[in-house]
């Protein structure tokens, strides 16, 4: 039997790990870098302020996934995945080249539709990675393996903000350059996709049904029918709420609390990121090799405890007047700054154990023959929490003008009282619901 820590280097694994790994790398390359040409203006704006246009860029993003994620879960469930993924790769290429026409000819509308065209290939391509896993894993490597994709994509994320600054800065505005990085991605995802092991299919039958409001409905009412798959998918998208709220307050923390400027947040979010890394690995070393909850209360707790750490050390950053501190100040700033970048940390860290469990579980019990729908009702489920994280912080902040740490402190007693009903739901469920993978 081949052992576990293996399986980054198996053909079953290695080539969607990479696929999955470039095309997280090339979505956060492509939006990093249109979020600075639209706000630094290397494009005409048409008049539109820059904070709307960031806005509705998040906004294009995410709306496929309300729109599109049950008809993907149907086509997942019905054909060949291996298959799927090439042509969604294939897709992938025709929107960066539509990028590319974007950027050269400083087209706002058409990098806004390219955006929108991302999230759609996302959304299609989500089904099929998580549903593919039970597949070309063992029943004892799931958590491995989703460990893996999961500190996988975190580097992703942080490697595709950053290389995606750093190729807008270094070109000085010229965006032929942005624009062969992003094809260049794409490119080399298609090929990854190209050694991917066939995939066996359940649900030749199956058919498809192009109304996504009926779709999507159903399911979610399928979604519904499974009381521990149900109770799941609520405690994945609990994590998307938890982290949207404080992901996009970042910016603002380190301008208003910290004092410091963008490459001060970019290093926050780093650590976040990192952070995932690190406790999606642990979780698999910790928690063992067969699906379980072991960790997810672990991370629970520390995803309220290190939330208040992480709002009661803002408390303590001294008042700081004139010129923006850059990251070699902060550094030598003192212990305050030192608190606030260990709590980031440690709140990627519980998020690894949090989230890693649970999206084995996910896939471990979901009925083979709608394990891509269940993940599509996950999708569906993920973008409502994350509208919603951006509602609760627009009333806490805007609204009711409450100050950031008071926003931070609720929604850590929220996380609190979440999860304690999470765990209270989830263990009699797992004992009387049997797990749908081969031994």
């Known amino acids: 039997m081949e052992k576990n820590e293996h399986i980054l280097g198996t053909r079953r694994f290695l080539p969607m790990f990479l696929t999955q790994f470039f095309g997280a790398l090339n979505d956060n390359v492509f939006k990093g870098s249109l979020l600075l040409v639209i706000t630094y203006g290397w494009i005409h704006l048409n008049g ?44 992938e290429i025709i929107i960066m080249l539509l990028a590319t026409a974007g950027f050269l000819m400083g087209n706002l509308w058409i990098l806004l539709f390219a955006l929108f065209l991302m999230g759609t290939h996302s959304t299609f391509f989500g089904p099929i990675k998580y549903a593919i896993l039970p597949e070309i894993l063992k029943p004892n490597e799931l958590m491995s393996g989703n460990a893996l994709f999961q500190s996988g994509t975190s580097i992703a994320i942080l490697l595709g903000t950053i290389i995606g600054g750093a190729v807008i800065s270094v070109s000085k505005g010229n965006l032929l350059w942005i624009s062969l990085t992003v094809v260049a991605i794409a490119v080399i995802g298609f090929i990854a996709s190209r050694f991917i092991l066939k995939q066996p299919t359940f649900n030749h039958q199956l058919k498809i049904d192009w109304n996504f409001f009926r779709t999507s409905y159903q399911t979610i009412k399928y979604a519904k029918s499974l009381p521990l798959i149900f109770i799941v998918l609520l405690g994945n998208s609990w994590y998307w709420f938890y982290g949207a709220t404080y992901l996009t307050q970042i910016p603002q923390v380190t301008l208003q609390n910290l004092h410091a400027n963008e490459n001060v947040s970019s290093l926050l979010l780093t650590f976040f990121s990192v952070g995932i890394g690190i406790g999606s690995l642990l979780c698999r070393k910790f928690g063992g090799s067969e699906v379980n909850i072991k960790m997810v209360p672990i991370g629970a707790i520390g995803l309220t405890l290190f939330a208040f750490y992480f709002a009661a050390s803002l408390a303590f950053i001294p008042v700081h007047t004139g010129e923006l501190l850059g990251i070699a100040a902060v550094f030598q700033a003192g212990w305050a700054y030192y608190h606030v970048m260990f709590a980031v940390t440690l709140l990627g860290v519980c998020g690894g154990f949090y989230i890693v469990p649970l999206y084995a579980m996910m896939q471990a019990y979901a009925p083979k023959s709608h394990r891509a729908r269940i993940v599509a009702a996950n999708n569906i489920f993920n973008a409502i929490f994350m509208v919603s994280s951006a509602i609760f912080s627009i009333i806490i902040l805007s609204l009711l003008k409450l100050d950031i740490k008071i926003l931070f402190s609720m929604t850590a007693i929220l996380s609190g009282i979440f999860c304690i009903w999470l765990l209270m739901r989830l263990k009699p469920l797992i004992a009387t619901t049997q797990i749908t993978l081969e031994d």
Not at 56 to 64: E, M, N, R, V, Y
Request: hydrophobic content about 55%; charged content about 15%.
């Open 48 to 91: 539109i302020a820059i904070s709307t246009l960031n806005n509705l860029a998040a906004l294009l993003f995410i709306l496929p996934y309300f729109i599109f994620s049950a008809t993907a879960g149907q086509i997942a469930d019905k054909y060949e995945r291996s298959t799927l993924v090439r042509m969604i790769k294939i897709l």
